[in-house]
Structures are given as C-alpha cells and as structure tokens.
C-alpha cells in the first residue's frame, strides 16, 4: 500500500492516459462509457490525497524514473496545484455521468472514439498543473489542446469543424509563444525545472533582464490566448457555441483554468513579474470584464452568452492576478474554483436543454422554467452565482476581489468590480425573465426534465455553487494559503 | 558596420527570426486554410532553430566519452526538439483533417468565402 501511495503523481496522469488507450480500442459506446465514468470517479480521490499530503506535509516532489531534479522531469504538487488537480478532477467526475445521454443525443451511437479524445483531454490538464518541468508542461498543454479541438470539432453543426480550425491555429500559435519564451529561459538559465529556473533566474545579473521580459512577453502572450484573456478571447465563443454541450461544460470548467494556473505559477513562482506587466494585466482585465458582457446582452443563442460571460469572468480572475496582494489573489484562486462550477452548472443546464428543444436560442426558452423546472431552478442559482449574489459562490469571490482592491488603495477598481456586477445582472436578468415570466413558446411545451443521470450532475453542481457561498472553509482558506506561499516566494 | 557584423556573427538568429516572422505573417494574412497550416509549420520550424542554434558548440561532438574529445554538446534541445517536431507533425494531422471536413461542408477551403456563405461573422 504504501508502495502505491508513493506512486500516486504518476498514476493521476497514467490512468487517464491509458483507459485513453484502451476507450481507443473499444467499439462499443456503453463499454467506452463504463471506463470513462470508473477512471473519472478515482481520480478525484488520488488528487484530493495529493493536496490533503501537500496541506499536511509541504509540497511533494516526485521524480520520474529515479532522475533527480534539475536533470529529470519532477512532478511537483504545492497546495496550488494541489488545489487545481482537485478542481479539474472533481469537475470531471461530477459531469462525467452526464456524458453517456448528451452525447447520444447530440452525436448519434457510435460515438465511443469522444470518450478515447476526452480522456487525453484530461490527461494533458492534469500534466500542464502536476508538472514541475517548463518543457513538460508544453508537451501536456498540446496534448490537451489537440485533444481539444478533436472535442470540438465533433460538434453536429458545420460550423464546428471551421471554430476548431480557428482554435487550433490561434492555440498552436499561443503554445509557440510559450516554447519561445520557455526556450529564451533555458538559454539564460540552462534549466527546465521551474523551481530551478526560480532561483537561476533571481540570481541573474542585471544586464540579462532584457532578455527575461522578452521571455515573460512571450509566455504571457502565449498563455493568454489559451486562457482567453481579453482581447485575446475571439476564439472561445465559436469554440464553446458549436462543441457538443458536455464538452463545452467540461472544457469552461476546466481548460482555461488550467492555462490561468500556469499564468500564476509562472508570474509569481518563476518570474517575479514587475508592475509594467501587472498594470497591462489590469486594464486588459477591466475591458474584458466589461465590454464581454455588454457583448453578452445583445446575443440571443444563450450558449454563445455564456461564452462571452465566461470571458467577462476570466477577466475578474487576472485582474485579483494583477492585484498581486494577499486578498486579491486569493479572490482571483477561489473565482477559479467557484467560476468553474457555476459556469458548469450553466452550460450543462444549456445542454439539458438542447436535448430536449434542439435549441437554445433566447426565444425559445420562454416559459421553460414551469416545463423543466429543476433544470432551469439550477440554471437560476448559477445565474445568482454568476452575478454575485451573497449566498452564492461569485459573492465569495468578489468579496475578496474588492478587499484586495480596496488594499492596493484603489476604491475605483472596487466600485468597477460591483459595477460590471450590474452589467451582468442584465444579460442574466433577461434569460430568467424569459424562461420564468414568459408564456411557453411551442418548443418548450412538450418539454421536462432531463433523465436522472443528466439532472444529478446539475443540481450537484448547483448546490455546490451554493455550498461554495456559505461555507468558505475549504476553498477560501486553501486559496488564501495558496496565495501565501506565492507571494512569499515572489523575489 | 557593427550592426552587420553582429548580424553575419549571429546568423542563426537572423534566419530563426526572418522564419519567424514570415510565418506568423502567412498565418495571418492568407485566407487559404492550407496555406494557413503552412504558415504555421514555418512558425513552428523557427522555434526548433531557436533551440538548435545556441546548442551547436563548433569543434564540440556527441556526449559521448572519448579520449579525442574534450568538449561535447548538451544532447537536451536536441531532445527536446524532436518532441516539439512530434507535437508538430501531430498539429498539422490535426489541421489537415480539420480542412478535409471543413471542404466536405462548405465545398471551399478560403475563409472569406465561408464566412460569406455562413452569412454572419
């Protein structure tokens, strides 16, 4: 037992990696299925015993193939990433159940390769955030991204196969960005392992600083574009709109977070990014947060709504980044959790939806909330969430975005934060008038809700919006040690 | 004059960021999906000279012990750019698949004509 115990990094990514293999193999849907569901329910247990051992006994190095660091790949798990293996793994169980009915619906039988793609999905999140090894994490980034756009492009409607060919040239485009700028990096240090790269790169002489913010150019440029920082975004709408809608849930939950962990880990671990970079991060995080969601207002397929909210909400994020403060980046790490399951409850509700009226644009949604009332009251909270309601996980995270704000000396940028709150209480606004004030359109007369094994995974992720905004224990003090250590390690 | 001569001293770089440039360029100004890919594997190309130049050590040779030898290469980048490569060739699979289908639905691989034929966007 504790043979495997010791194990436990490397089997977070080798399981994934091989039902990958093996789902590949397999031409039978519902045997694709069962091993898709069983990996996704173990690896939240492997990832919560990772951070429960780095809260309890400082971060874990595993080293792969007996090489020791800086020579060999480290897998390296602190309380961050601890924290966001969690995230993206209790994200992927909680939905997977979700995927057998959806992808039926929406693909047609035969569709057990999704499940194959789906996996390798998860195997390059899980190894961007477990990895401690610059190059490693490139080769993880692209094996999520490629599967990614497989996802994508798997979409019913023409027009997926063209937004995942957009995808895939802006992210491959963002993925060099980030080679060449961890390739500026290991020409000054002669390292890949970050913790390595830290310490060569704090001890640098000052002439060589020309030389490390074009590398800090680069990666942070690069790694925008996976995470759909503002005006980087363009890509994430068509993506999300036309993906099938479980992928889309999966896919706001999990990818751009994952590619914002990495923005952190090397902005505070590695870098120590001076103010240039947090003033940039600052503005591009406000016309994010606020022209997205006017954007959001004028659109009538409510997916693409959501899409454009969630780049509303990426923005709250960098912005608690740029901050760069104790409350501000715990703000911007407990918005990473708690946006992650509200935007998931959200687009899985939309997929609810689409298999039952085959549309999700504004107009037929009226009076659904009568018709799907489960649905649509998950959808409702959510919603709340979003806004940032108190009560609900968005509370929580603005609570901590506006401390940090109001710390740094800038009651402007608290005032802005409530403000584009409002903005968002009008696009949400006019979704639940709709669905609830509405008389039933045609298509939502013959409709109910989803069959259990849809509806669970929603209210779950429902209730854990609420349960986010109420009990703050877990993911607010885990957040704030996070954000600890991180400033403590900025040189 | 010093500018020349420290361009002819590093022509590596000069080459590595004229294909850089290039294909970034390509990306972004041709409508062609296929040339788009082509582009991208240009781009894509400067960055394994990014890695390879500053790793060729002249009079240097393989690390491999040898009474002859007394200064040998680091073998990393060259490791590393063979995965890049790999992750490269699997991006244009990707792409090129991506085109086959995007050709079947629309008959066409020039996006400006797509986005007419789609109406919005």
């Known amino acids: 037992m504790t043979v495997l115990a010791a194990q436990l990094p490397a089997l977070l990514i080798v399981l994934p990696l091989i039902a990958a293999a093996l789902v590949a193999l397999v031409r039978s849907d519902r045997v694709a299925f069962a091993i898709t569901l069983a990996v996704s329910l173990v690896l939240p247990v492997i990832a919560a015993l990772l951070l429960h051992r780095a809260l309890v006994a400082g971060p874990i190095s595993y080293q792969l193939g007996g090489w020791s660091p800086p020579w060999g790949i480290e897998y390296r798990i602190d309380v961050l990433n601890g924290f966001v293996l969690m995230l993206v793994s209790a994200v992927a169980a909680v939905a997977a159940p979700y995927a057998r009915r959806s992808l039926a619906a929406e693909l047609g039988d035969g569709h057990a390769t999704f499940y194959a793609i789906y996996l390798l999905c998860l195997t390059g999140l899980l190894g961007v955030t477990i990895t401690g090894d610059a190059f490693n994490v490139f080769v993880f980034l692209e094996i999520s991204s490629l599967a990614t756009y497989a996802l994508i492009a798997m979409g019913r409607h023409r027009r997926a196969a063209l937004a995942a060919f957009q995808y895939l040239i802006v992210g491959t485009i963002g993925a060099t960005f980030y080679v060449i700028g961890v390739g500026f990096l290991y020409l000054l240090t002669g390292t890949l392992n970050l913790a390595d790269m830290a310490q060569r790169l704090a001890a640098l002489p000052d002439e060589q600083s020309r030389a490390v913010l074009t590398a800090t150019a680069f990666i942070t440029v690069g790694v925008s574009l996976k995470l759909a920082l503002f005006p980087l975004h363009f890509w994430l709408p068509k993506a999300y709109t036309y993906a099938p809608s479980w992928a889309a849930a999966f896919l706001s939950a999990t990818a751009t977070k994952v590619a914002i962990y990495l923005l952190v880990r090397f902005f505070f671990t590695v870098l120590g990014v001076d103010v240039v970079f947090d003033r940039v991060l600052l503005a591009l995080s406000l016309a994010g947060m606020f022209i997205a969601s006017v954007i959001a207002i004028y659109e009538s397929n409510i997916k693409r709504m959501m899409a454009y909210s969630s780049i509303a909400q990426i923005g709250y994020i960098t912005l608690g980044m740029a901050l760069s403060n104790k409350a501000g980046l715990t703000g911007a790490l407990v918005h990473l959790l708690n946006h992650a399951v509200t935007k998931g409850t959200l687009f899985l509700a939309l997929g609810a939806v689409a298999l039952r009226l085959g549309s999700v644009k504004l107009q037929d949604l009226a009076g659904l909330g009568r018709r799907m009332p489960l649905t649509m009251g998950a959808f409702s909270v959510a919603a709340f969430g979003i806004i940032g309601t108190p009560g609900t996980a968005g509370f929580i995270s603005k609570w901590y975005l506006a401390t940090g704000a109001l710390e740094a000396g800038e009651a402007t940028l608290a005032f802005l934060i409530v403000a584009s709150s409002l903005v968002s209480v009008i696009y949400m606004g006019r979704v639940l008038e709709v669905t609830w004030f509405r008389p039933p359109s045609p298509l939502a007369l013959q409709a109910k809700d989803p069959p259990l094994s849809m509806l669970g995974p929603i209210v779950i992720f429902a209730a854990a919006s609420v349960y986010l905004g109420l009990d703050t224990r877990g993911s607010a003090s885990i957040a704030s040690l996070a954000a600890d250590q991180l400033l403590g390690a900025r040189p | ?121």
């Open chain 2, 1 to 121: 004059m010093d500018l020349i001569n420290a361009a002819l001293s590093k022509y590596v770089y000069v080459v590595t960021i004229f294909l850089m440039v290039a294909g970034l360029f390509v990306v972004v100004a041709r409508a062609n999906m296929i040339k788009k890919l082509v582009g991208l594997s240009i781009f894509q190309s400067s960055v394994y000279l990014l890695y390879l130049g500053p790793a060729k050590i002249f009079g240097a040779t393989a690390p491999i012990l040898d009474s002859d030898y007394t200064a040998y290469s680091n073998p990393l980048p060259h490791a590393l750019i063979l995965t890049a490569i790999v992750v490269g060739v699997g991006t244009m699979a990707l792409g090129l698949a991506l085109v086959v289908r995007i050709h079947e639905a629309y008959g066409t691989i020039e996006e400006d004509e797509i986005f007419e034929e789609d109406g919005e966007e």
